[in-house]
C-alpha cells in the first residue's frame, strides 16, 4: 500500500478508550503508535513493528490483522483511511470543476436597506428570514455523498431509528448498523421495509410481539426478506354480497 499522503483521519475517542480498557498503559502507547504508523506507511511488516515499538505484547497484537502478504494492518483504521480518501478525493473533484456557484450579490435600495424580497431571494436555500433551518432540506443533507462515520451515525439516528417500531436496545443496534456502513441507497432501501413490513401479518401480530429487535433486524438483513401479504385488519366479509351470491345460487338450483 502506498504511503498516505494525508496528515489526518477521523479518530473516535470514545472508541478508542473503550477498545484499550484492557490494555496496560504501556500497551495502549504500542497500540496508538502502530495506528498511527499504518496511516502514514500502509500495513507493517514485523521488522517496521518491532522498530516502532520494540516487541509488542500479544493483546496488543490481537488487535492487527494478516493480510496476504503476512503484513499486519488494524480493520477499523483501514476503513477510515478509506473514507478520508473518498472524502478528499471529492472535494478535489468538486474544486476541479470550480466549486459551488456563488449567490449573487445583493444590491442595496435607494434607502440604503435592503427590500424584504430582495433578502429573502438571496438567503441561502435551507434558511428563511428569521434564519431557521428548512427541515426538508436538513434531511437531504442527512444522505450527503460522503460515507463518513459521521454521516452513518446521522443515519441510524435520524432515519432508521425514529422509523423501526421495536425501540430496544438502541447501542447495539447502532453499532450494528455503523458496522454494516449502508449506503445512501441501502438505508432508503432499508426504511422501505421497514415500512412494508409494518404492516405485515407477523408484525401486527399480538401487538407487535414478534417484531424482532432491531440488532437482529439488521444482523439477519432482513431489508431483504421477501413481501408477505398484507393483512387487513378488519374484516372484508361483505354481508350484503354474500346474500346476493345466496340468492343467484339459489335461483340457478
Known amino acids: 500500500m502506498p504511503k498516505n499522503k494525508d496528515p489526518a483521519v477521523l479518530f473516535y475517542t470514545s472508541d478508542f478508550l473503550v477498545g484499550v480498557s484492557g490494555l496496560t498503559m504501556q500497551e495502549r502507547g504500542q497500540y496508538i503508535t502502530l495506528l498511527c504508523l499504518q496511516h502514514q506507511s500502509g500495513h507493517l511488516t514485523e ?20 493480510d496476504d502478504d503476512g503484513r499486519y494492518y488494524q480493520h477499523r483504521m483501514e476503513e477510515e483511511t478509506e473514507i478520508r480518501c473518498r472524502f478528499v478525493d471529492s472535494r478535489r473533484q468538486n474544486g476541479a470543476l470550480g466549486g459551488r456557484p456563488q449567490k449573487p450579490k445583493q444590491n442595496l435600495s435607494v434607502s440604503g436597506r435592503l427590500t424584504y424580497t430582495e433578502a429573502t431571494e438571496n438567503l441561502p436555500e435551507n434558511e428563511n428570514i428569521n434564519g431557521n433551518i428548512n427541515e426538508n432540506k436538513v434531511e437531504d443533507e442527512e444522505f450527503f455523498d460522503c460515507d463518513s462515520m459521521f454521516n452513518i451515525e446521522q443515519r441510524f439516528e435520524k432515519r ?27 438505508t432508503r432501501k ?13 408484525w401486527l401480530a399480538e401487538n407487535g410481539k414478534y417484531i424482532p429487535h432491531p440488532s437482529t433486524w439488521l444482523n439477519q438483513g432482513r431489508w ?11 374484516s372484508d366479509f361483505d354481508p350484503e354480497e354474500a346474500l346476493r351470491l345466496a340468492y343467484e345460487r339459489s335461483k340457478n338450483e
Request: overall charge positive; hydrophobic content about 40%; aromatic content about 10%.
Open 160 to 186: 432508521f431509528w425514529p422509523a423501526y417500531p421495536r425501540k430496544v436496545g438502541k447501542a447495539y443496534a447502532k453499532q450494528c448498523f455503523c458496522r454494516l456502513k449502508p449506503s445512501v441507497e441501502l
Open 47 to 66: 521488522k517496521e513493528i518491532e522498530l516502532a515499538v520494540g516487541k509488542p505484547s500479544a493483546d496488543v497484537m490481537k488487535k492487527f490483522i494478516r
Open 224 to 234: 431483504d426478506d421477501e413481501e408477505t401479504k398484507i393483512s387487513p385488519l378488519f
Open 190 to 202: 432499508m426504511l422501505a421495509a421497514i415500512e412494508r413490513q409494518k404492516r405485515s401479518r407477523e
